[in-house]
C-alpha cells in the first residue's frame, strides 16, 4: 500500500481485497457505469474511496463529486509499476545496470 499525504488528506493507493466490493459498487454507482468485474487498485483520502482502476482492462470508477483526476493519474502509475514488477521486465531493466563487471587487473 502507498501512503500520500497531501493538503487534502491522506492517500492510500492499495490493492482492492473482498471487504471492499461494497465500496468498489458504490463508486460505479455514483459513476453510473458497470462495477469494476476484475483485480483492482483503490484510491482513498482518508480512508474513503474515491476512485478505483480494473487493472485487466484499465479502466475507471471515480467519485463524480469530488476532484479525483490526480487519483486516477495515480492509480493509473501504481497499475503501470505493478505491472512492469509482475513480468519482471522492471527486474530485467534494473538487473542489466546492476550485472557485475569484471576488472582489469
Known amino acids: 500500500m502507498t501512503t500520500i499525504h497531501s493538503h487534502t488528506g491522506a492517500i492510500a ?12 459498487a458504490d463508486l460505479a454507482l455514483l459513476d ?11 484510491a482513498e483520502v482518508d480512508g474513503v474511496a474515491r ?8 479502466s475507471v470508477a471515480a467519485d463524480p463529486f ?8 495515480l492509480l493509473q ?3 503501470r509499476g505493478t505491472r512492469g514488477s509482475a513480468d ?3 527486474r530485467r531493466r534494473v538487473g542489466s545496470f546492476l ?3 569484471a ?3
Open 13 to 24: 493507493i492499495r490493492h482492492a481485497a473482498d471487504a471492499d466490493a461494497r465500496a468498489l
Open 32 to 42: 453510473d457505469r458497470a462495477p469494476l468485474t476484475g483485480p483492482a487498485l483503490i
Open 51 to 58: 476512485a478505483a482502476l480494473d487493472l485487466h482492462d484499465g
Open 66 to 73: 469530488v476532484r479525483t483526476a490526480e487519483l486516477v493519474a
Open 77 to 79: 502509475l501504481h497499475a
Open 88 to 90: 519482471g521486465s522492471l
Open 99 to 101: 550485472r557485475p563487471v
Open 103 to 105: 576488472l582489469r587487473a
